[in-house]
């Protein structure tokens, strides 16, 4: 079975964001770390309950990590299952 995804590629064409290789974290994690803190969770409790380090929720949070927007895409096929 073949599935497809799309690779999100900042403006030097490096992958950025979930489709990075060495990804930990989902860009549905990250948008979901966001909006904990605008619910007024501390950083200490959003890790807790992600099950990130607090410097990786400080990272998002700051606009460290995961902060540059995508200036191309491209639809990549992957094989999975038998």
């Avoid at 599935?3 to 549905?28: C, E, L, Q």
């Avoid at 904990?36 to 700051?62: C, F, N, P, Q």
Wanted: glycine share 8%.
């Amino acid at each position: 079975m073949k599935i497809y995804v799309d690779i999100a590629y900042n403006d030097k064409g490096r992958r950025i964001g979930s489709g990075h290789p060495r990804a930990k974290f989902t860009d549905a994690d990250v948008e979901h770390v966001l909006m904990l803190r605008t619910t007024g969770m501390t950083t200490r409790e959003i890790a807790d309950k992600m099950e990130m380090s607090e410097s990786t929720v400080r990272s998002y949070i700051r606009g460290v990590r995961r902060s540059q927007p995508p200036m191309s895409w491209k639809r990549k096929e992957i094989e999975c299952g038998k």
